[in-house]
């Protein structure tokens, strides 16, 4: 998808458990779960701001990391997959955001598949996938059978020492890339321009761009002046505690065209 021609997003707020969310490994600052409910507040009025209506989810105190909605389901063009995400704490948060989503088709891929949206980069006609902890060979394999014969070509990346193939890299528009001098995959990305984020940088090449504007995370000048000097103005947001829960930016939308 083409974050130019977006005009909606999902959303769902933070439960009152994001205090036990999965946390990365060897994370044991506490999380404020008020602070992350109003630093989701500040990252929905700025999505408002940009031109994005928001479809809104209630928390589900069940699941603690429900506010990460990018990992239940990822567009393509009409299709719609469902995610069978690669923690099992986390299965059934996606049946909530389905219901957001008739009038798409939905695929759902069968096990042992397992993938999670936030290995999942759609720019300019290539899904790229990121082969991750959460999302395994098998689930790549059965996107490239559901998406045979559409034109979308489907790459997989290599993920290793992170999360998601989008802990490192996300796309600014069509054909261009931020990715950090960290990410051991940025080969992946030779058809794209690639924009290089300082590998002490590493957590700002997270990034949401929406109608041109970049959305970065507060406390990297560095990528924020790497962005601005290439045209694409930007906003900064603190994203502390959803850093500390392993989340990022685009781990809190589902952005869609029409």
Request: glycine share 10%; hydrophobic share 40%.
């Amino acid at each position: 998808m083409s974050t130019s021609t977006a005009n909606r997003a999902i959303v769902r707020g933070v439960p009152a458990t994001f205090d036990r969310c999965i946390r990365p490994e060897g994370s044991d600052r506490a999380i404020d779960v008020t602070l992350a409910a109003a630093q989701h507040a500040a990252y929905c009025d700025t999505l408002r701001s940009l031109g994005l209506d928001l479809l809104r989810i209630e928390a589900d105190d069940r699941y603690p990391d429900c506010c990460f909605v990018e990992d239940t389901v990822f567009v393509v063009d009409d299709t719609v997959f469902v995610c069978e995400m690669g923690a099992a704490s986390r299965r059934g948060e996606e049946e909530a955001v389905v219901g957001e989503l008739a009038g798409l088709r939905l695929v759902r891929l069968d096990p042992p598949a397992t993938i999670d949206g936030g290995d999942v980069i759609y720019n300019d006609g290539t899904l790229f996938v990121g082969l991750s902890a959460r999302t395994n060979a098998d689930a790549v394999r059965q996107v490239k059978g559901v998406l045979g014969g559409t034109g979308v070509q489907v790459i997989p990346v290599p993920v290793t020492d992170v999360l998601h193939l989008k802990s490192t890299c996300t796309p600014v528009a069509p054909g261009v890339v931020l990715v950090s001098e960290a990410c051991a995959s940025a080969d992946a990305f030779t058809g794209c321009e690639r924009l290089a984020v300082p590998a002490d940088e590493s957590y700002a090449a997270n990034c949401l761009s929406i109608g041109g504007t970049v959305i970065v995370s507060e406390g990297f000048p560095r990528t924020r002046e790497l962005l601005e000097s290439r045209g694409y103005p930007t906003v900064a947001l603190n994203m502390s505690e959803f850093r500390k829960g392993g989340g990022s930016l685009t781990c809190l939308s589902i952005v869609l065209e029409g």
